[in-house]
């Protein structure tokens, strides 16, 4: 079971009422998609994501980036059993939607860049490795089905 | 995954923006590592303050970034251009190679923190392929 500090739970709840899902969503799809361009395989049906200007303004990857947001917000909203509520998205990714999990880590990381630049200098050191913990989790959580 | 013309374009024109703050950007990014990271602080078990704005990290902090310099200087060859920094790497300092990737990642971030309009997703995949490149140069004595 996860232990998180009072710190880390204020932190995470803070950050997820402060952020635009609107705004991070898509940003951090799109971002991944042209800083790791191989995770674009998963979205062979999305049209044109020839360059960067393609991608950021490509509406089938502003609409999924809503959709992995929300999937965010139900690990937010249970923090305490990110692990069970996650059980059938886990499958998904593996059985259905076969995405190496080692892609988690690069969205995941493109998500902790895209809320440093809006959060700005009050992402400290602590608030990051407080978001970098509840990102750890939600990966493993979405692993923990794959075999 | 070597650097394009674009790219080193894309790292010269952020390194234009962004090296007046070099040295917060160093400290601030260590800081964070050792923050984020614990497990990088082994490699500073001699210093008496490991936090932000303390004077063994403010100082290294500004060392770590004058080598960022020197790679974006030598960016058409870093693998001699950083060879005397992957022999401190590899002989002296023994840093596993794997927090490379860490660092740069807390440097991303923390670039996205100060300068959030000028790190666009182009300017992101740029200095990502750069450091990666960095991080092998770093790694060339090693073995």
Redesign the interface.
């Known amino acids: 079971m996860v232990k998180w500090t009072d710190f880390e739970r204020a932190t995470i709840q803070d950050i997820f009422s402060k952020i635009d899902y609107d705004v991070v969503g898509p940003a951090a799809l799109?971002?991944c998609l042209?800083?790791y361009p191989w995770t674009q395989r998963y979205f062979g049906g999305f049209g044109n994501l020839y360059n960067?200007a393609a991608?950021?303004s490509n509406p089938k990857v502003a609409a999924h980036g809503k959709v992995v947001i929300s999937g965010l917000e139900k690990a937010v909203k249970n923090m305490d059993d990110i692990k069970t509520i996650y059980k059938d998205l886990s499958v998904l990714h593996s059985e259905k939607l076969q995405v190496d999990p080692d892609n988690f880590n690069l969205l995941a990381?493109c998500l902790?860049?895209?809320v440093?630049?809006?959060?700005?200098?009050a992402?400290?050191?602590?608030v990051?490795?407080a978001f970098?913990k509840f990102l750890a989790v939600v990966v493993a959580s979405l692993r923990k089905q794959y075999y | 995954m070597s650097l394009t013309d674009k790219d080193k374009a894309a790292v010269k024109a952020l390194w234009t923006k962004i090296s007046k703050g070099a040295d917060a950007i160093g400290a601030?990014a260590l800081?964070?590592m050792?923050?984020?990271y614990p497990q990088t602080k082994t490699y500073f078990s001699h210093w008496p303050d490991l936090k932000?704005g303390s004077a063994p990290v403010t100082k290294h902090g500004k060392k770590i970034m004058a080598g960022v310099a020197q790679a974006v200087a030598k960016i058409d060859d870093l693998s001699s251009g950083l060879l005397d920094l992957s022999e401190l790497h590899a002989f002296q300092l023994r840093v596993d190679p794997a927090n490379f990737k860490t660092l740069g990642?807390c440097l991303?971030?923390?670039i996205?923190?100060?300068y959030?309009n000028e790190?666009?997703?182009?300017a992101?995949?740029a200095l990502?392929k750069f450091l990666s490149n960095l991080a092998l140069a770093l790694s060339e004595r090693y073995r």
């Open positions: 799109s971002r042209i800083v960067a991608i950021t990381d902790t860049i895209v440093a630049g809006q959060i700005g200098a992402f400290t050191p602590e990051h490795a970098q | 601030d800081a964070r050792l923050v984020v932000a990642h991303q971030v923390v996205a923190t100060m959030p790190f666009t997703p182009e992101n995949v990502d």
